[in-house]
């Protein structure tokens, strides 16, 4: 386990917190950790070209510091690099995001079990001990870092040493809709349909973003009947029911309930003292049983809060090899809670969900050029959204929309008002949609 890749992971969730998804994905998760200098405070990083550095050092350089004086309690000196500066053989911290597939955390042996979570963990077990045999589909639902995903790769990790011919794929919803998207794009949604047609078994996380996307939900239906009518194993996992995801289409609905749904519940005091354990086991972190146990009855609704304030108590001890006490626990604790504080819902945000919804660009909904009937509705119910869940004037929100004059946003906030009013299938789709907005 490689602690700087750890604390990165860390780093990494702080700034995604304070920026868009789009500049998240774009210049954030690009970057990767490569050596921590505690002798001179400097933290070395990789990315992938001489432009990406520029790019971060002239508009997100001021986060990184910011993320890496919250995590380690201290200051660093970043110093970006391009792979052909860095010496042939020099090790590279592993970033999670890209070893998660094969990580040894993420398997039936390192999954806690406990009242609020056996169920789920034993009908995973059923299927990926056979595989379109047990439960198919199997969807799985719970509330953010409770384990869905950490089961999903189980399953994967299980199959896979089992099972070792069988294609496997595990997806984001979100990673469907824009390779989908992509597809249309450059004419390939032959090759599109191939990928995930032909595989064995299909892992999906968070289908509960496939609300109110009438195209991807076509294209998902389609899918989900060949895999299913070719007795391939699928599992679904989200934030929520099938019943309770307001905008699926029915017939996609009645798919997902056809087998077995199964919840995830937070977990109870005992199993979250486990999880703080195994987790400071893994890091090789000694933690006394009272300071488990005081973490665990502070931290009670999220196992990712549980993971976090473990591995951040490793990154600190790395900093000073203090002996980890409840008083320090108490200070990342109260860090992890802040930093835990849903961002601020944006306007870059809110026009990214919009956009998917509506199978559109973002620049089209800002655009003052296209005027189609499809991209003015889309812009409209963003316009709508943003008066509803930010502080934004009516003028604000112009500003944010192409420039448009303020008596245009409030004939758009007042013409989806009235439709919602009158048509549910609106109000759900408003409803969805800004709860999507507010869980990413």
């Not at 990342?332 to 990214?352: F, G, K, Q, S, Y």
């Amino acid at each position: 386990m490689n602690s700087f890749g750890d604390a990165w992971e860390l780093i990494c969730s702080y700034c995604k917190t304070k920026i868009t998804d789009v500049a998240y994905n774009t210049w954030i998760v690009r970057i990767k950790p490569l050596e921590l200098n505690f002798d001179e405070n400097t933290a070395y990083l990789i990315v992938p070209t001489d432009f990406h550095r520029q790019t971060i050092n002239r508009c997100y350089l001021p986060l990184l510091n910011e993320a890496f004086e919250a995590i380690f309690q201290n200051k660093f000196n970043i110093v970006l690099q391009t792979p052909d500066e860095v010496e042939p053989n020099a090790p590279v911290a592993v970033k999670p995001e890209e070893n998660i597939n094969s990580n040894y955390e993420y398997t039936f042996d390192t999954f806690i079990v406990g009242s609020s979570n056996n169920f789920a963990h034993a009908a995973c077990m059923a299927v990926a001990t056979n595989p379109s045999k047990a439960y198919n589909p199997l969807f799985l639902y719970g509330n953010s870092g409770l384990g869905k995903t950490h089961l999903l790769f189980a399953i994967q990790n299980e199959i896979k040493k089992n099972y070792p011919e069988k294609n496997i794929c595990y997806i984001k919803i979100d990673d469907f809709i824009n390779e989908m998207v992509e597809s249309l794009k450059m004419k390939t949604m032959i090759e599109f349909r191939q990928k995930y047609r032909q595989v064995d078994v299909l892992l999906v996380d968070d289908v509960q973003f496939l609300g109110g996307k009438e195209a991807m939900q076509e294209e998902f239906f389609h899918t989900f009947n060949a895999l299913y009518d070719a007795h391939k194993q699928i599992v679904l996992t989200s934030d929520r029911p099938p019943k309770e995801i307001k905008t699926l289409a029915d017939r996609l609905r009645s798919r997902f309930e056809q087998d077995l749904i199964a919840d995830i519940q937070p977990p109870d005091i005992e199993t979250r003292i486990a999880i703080v354990k195994r987790k400071a086991e893994l890091l090789d972190l000694e933690l006394d049983n009272a300071v488990c146990e005081f973490i665990a009855s502070k931290l009670k609704s999220n196992i990712r809060q549980l993971e976090g304030t473990v591995k951040k108590l490793k990154a600190r001890y790395l900093l000073n090899h203090e002996r980890i006490t409840i008083s320090s626990v108490q200070e990342v604790i109260a860090d992890i809670l802040n930093n835990d504080v849903p961002p601020e819902v944006t306007i870059e945000r809110i026009i990214d969900e919009v956009a998917r919804t509506f199978g559109v660009m973002p620049e089209e909904i800002r655009s003052q050029k296209n005027k189609s009937a499809n991209i003015s509705n889309a812009r409209q119910i963003a316009i709508y959204i943003a008066r509803e869940t930010t502080t934004l004037s009516m003028v604000d929100i112009g500003e944010e929309f192409g420039g448009r004059h303020y008596s245009t946003i409030i004939y758009s906030v007042n013409k989806v008002k009235k439709q919602a009013e009158k048509d549910q299938k609106v109000r759900e789709l408003i409803d969805d949609t800004i709860k999507n907005i507010k869980d990413r």
